[in-house]
């Protein structure tokens, strides 16, 4: 029997998040030594951590759904109801604790508590950079040249965190809102070694530091930062395949 498509996308049923498909097959991950010298050009000096995205290379990813938006704190506060989980700090605080605003001052463990409560999980490196960048090797989650005004960045002025959904012209090639900036996202594996990483940027990042293939780690992994959120994804379980006499292959 024929698999019937995925559908493009879903609503999580937890935490009323609405999802998009990210579809399987290859993407370029990374940037290469032209690319990185062009980044210090751009940066006006040689940061060494922007080596670390390369070497540009080619990865295979199955099918999965991410998110559309950042977690939000009206989300987080539904997550906090339910299980009795710490509150974040400056949680009461309207500058930081509109309900559509991303949730900030979390760490790995509380993203991490939340993605499981959720039924889902951080995203990996790969699956992140791929929703955030599509298949063409752009630099920004809407293509290859920096405009101010498609994300929350330092150029772009505000501040603070934004609210979800604001930068419609600043979307990824599958959907997915504040892939550059606002909030820096946490993913799942190891940085530099020990370090947890995170991606994407944020509304303190210069336009270099809003890169889908920019890399950082945070001072506190414990308590965040109001710089710091996060979004999750969604395994889609293998097909199973029926074989012949009732049994089941994998």
Known sequence: ME????PRTIVSPHDSAEMVL???????????EEEVRQIFTLDQRENPVFVTEMPARTVYLTPYYIDRYPVTNYQYGKFIEATGHKTPLLWGDPGWNQPMQPVVFVGWEDAEAYAEWAGKSLPTEPQWEKAARGVDGRWWAWGQ???PDRCNSR?????CTSEIGRFHNGVSPYGCYDMCGNVWEMCKGRWLGDFFPMRGGCFMGSVTFVRVTCRWTPEDSVNGAQWLGFRCVKEIPPKKEIQKGGGQKI
């Open 3 to 6: 698999e019937r498509p995925k």
């Open 22 to 32: 990210i579809p399987q097959g290859p993407f370029t991950m990374g940037i290469n």
């Open 145 to 147: 040249e920096f405009l």
């Open 155 to 159: 150029e772009y002025g505000l501040g």
